[in-house]
């Protein structure tokens, strides 16, 4: 789920600033998560090409080690995903599961 949330926080500056908000509790804003099917996609593409794995003990999804070699590419290109890298650097670890199964998060 933390990844649809993600996702839909980047689709534009105005939900990256509700996202934001709504972490640091400044408002009790309504933030709606939907489930973008090309966000699934992305993560079956993922597991097929071995990028991410599912952990079987919490179902949470960690990097491999082309995933971790993808990673960094991403994050050394100066001109890639600016916006969205400033983003998950700032709030990504911000998103907890106590944060996400807020009710008003839905």
């Given amino acids: 789920m933390k990844i649809h949330i993600l996702s839909l926080a980047t689709a534009s500056a105005k939900n990256m600033l509700a996202l934001e908000n709504y972490i640091k509790g400044r408002n009790q804003v309504e933030i709606i998560n939907r489930f973008d099917p090309s966000v699934n996609r992305?993560?079956?593409?993922?597991f097929v090409e071995q990028i991410v794995k599912r952990q079987s003990s919490n179902n949470y999804i960690t990097l491999l080690p082309k995933g971790k070699k993808l990673f960094e590419k991403i994050m050394k290109d100066q001109e890639l995903m600016?916006?969205?890298?400033?983003?998950?650097?700032?709030?990504?670890?911000?998103?907890?599961?106590e944060?996400?199964?807020?009710?008003?998060?839905?």
Avoid: C, H, Y
């Avoid at 992305?42 to 993922?46: E, K, N, R, Y």
């Fill in 42 to 46: 992305a993560l079956d593409f993922m």
């Fill in 82 to 97: 600016m916006l969205e890298k400033n983003f998950f650097n700032t709030f990504g670890q911000q998103l907890t599961e």
């Fill in 99 to 106: 944060i996400v199964s807020r009710p008003t998060l839905f």
